[in-house]
Nanobody, 119 residues
Framework: QVQLVESGGGLVQAGGSLRLSCVVSGGFFSGRPMNWYRQAPGNERELVAS????????NYKDSVKGRFTISRDNAKNTVYLQMNSLKPEDTGAYYCNYPDLIRAGMADWGKGTLVTVSS
């Protein structure tokens, strides 16, 4: 059973930075793509960033390109999201997960970590 524990969120002023971490236990981590998602109040969960199993390939939602960086440490079963130049619209709960489990309808979600950006 896969367990996902997100951390690193908090309250930050616009223009500030945060680094989120997601520690994964259970299942096979190395070589599997991982995604970061966020859910703003009243909105559906959306994909923010993706990273390949090796970490060599990444993709981002247009609104975060140039500000967010996704990375991973396969030795630590951890995926990170460095968020710079934060904006109030980045506010929300952030989650990580395996896209293959989501596509298969088998994904369990962690508790997420809350990011609040004040203007």
């Amino acid at each position: 059973q896969v367990q996902l524990v997100e951390s690193g969120g908090g309250l930050v002023q616009a223009g500030g930075s945060l680094r989120l971490s997601c520690v994964v236990s259970g299942g096979f981590f190395s070589g599997r793509p991982m995604n970061w998602y966020r859910q703003a109040p009243g909105n559906e969960r959306e994909l923010v960033a993706s990273i390949s199993g090796s970490g060599a390939s990444t993709n981002y939602k247009d609104s975060v390109k140039g500000r967010f960086t996704i990375s991973r440490d396969n030795a630590k079963n951890t995926v990170y999201l460095q968020m710079n130049s934060l904006k109030p619209e980045d506010t929300g709960a952030y989650y990580c997960n395996y896209p293959d489990l989501i596509r298969a309808g088998m994904a369990d979600w962690g508790k997420g970590t809350l990011v609040t950006v004040s203007s």
